[in-house]
């Protein structure tokens, strides 16, 4: 089934997106694996899972689960429910299994993407991104997507429909967090989640790098943790208070 729904995707990709996909032998083809991304549209999905050589597990908010036609094919495709502003555990659980038995999962540390009348750019990443890496130890995948939030857009009607819009898909570096000796728990979250989100940014045109425009490396080399470890502690710090 899963099979089956990924050239079903394919055709789909081919027909709303005229995609470019680079990096993507960057995928480690085996072992624990989580792949986090900024979040354009519904579609995000559908234009990495398709072109990656790795069976994905897709994080989805709960919601979707329950709409028709597209609850069944997520369901069908064993995507992990999540529901939103709130810590589920189950979904913490599965994750967590689904690594440690050696699988991709793919996630959107933002949570939501921007609305039609919004900017583009990347929102504030959620926390729980950072929690899995940090209690799955597992290899992270950064990837950046651009041109997709036209596809199928109010702002493209209604002409747009039929035409392949450009999207564009980077891989980035695999890479595994590390965060300093003796910090809480909360910056080392904070940490972990901003060199993740870093690394998306870098992947991105400027205009879509949002929140993290002025902490976006100028190219895809990773910054140094060293470098922003003292604004991510001193958010933390804020948090805690």
Do not use: C
Not at 54 to 59: E, G, S, T
Not at 109 to 127: N, S
Not at 205 to 216: F, H, I, K, S, V
């Amino acid at each position: 089934m899963y099979q089956f729904l990924i050239r079903l995707s394919r055709l789909l990709v081919f027909i709303t997106m005229n995609r470019r996909v680079s990096g993507q032998d960057n995928t480690p083809r085996e072992g624990g694996l989580l792949i986090v991304s900024n979040h354009l549209g519904l579609l995000d999905p559908l234009a990495i899972s398709t072109e990656l050589p790795r069976r994905l597990y897709i994080l989805a908010k709960a919601e979707m689960f329950s709409w028709p036609v597209v609850g069944w094919l997520a369901r069908k495709a064993d995507g992990i429910p999540v529901r939103r502003g709130q810590s589920d555990r189950e979904a913490i659980r599965r994750v967590l299994e689904h690594l440690e038995a050696g699988h991709a999962v793919l996630l959107f540390p933002e949570g939501t993407y921007p609305k039609a009348d919004e900017p583009r750019g990347m929102l504030k990443a959620q926390a729980g991104a950072a929690l899995l890496a940090q209690r799955s130890g597992a290899t992270i995948l950064p990837i950046g997507i651009s041109g997709l939030e036209m596809v199928w857009a109010v702002r493209s009607m209604p002409w747009g429909w039929f035409r392949r819009w450009p999207v564009e898909v980077r891989v980035g570096e695999p890479y595994r967090p590390s965060v300093p000796a003796g910090v809480s728990q909360k910056q080392a979250l904070a940490l972990i989640s901003q060199e993740m989100m870093q690394r998306i940014a870098a992947l991105l045109p400027e205009t879509y790098q949002g929140y993290y425009r002025e902490t976006a490396p100028a190219t895809e080399e990773p910054l140094a943790l060293a470098e922003t470890a003292t604004s991510a502690i001193a958010e933390a710090e804020r948090l805690e208070s």
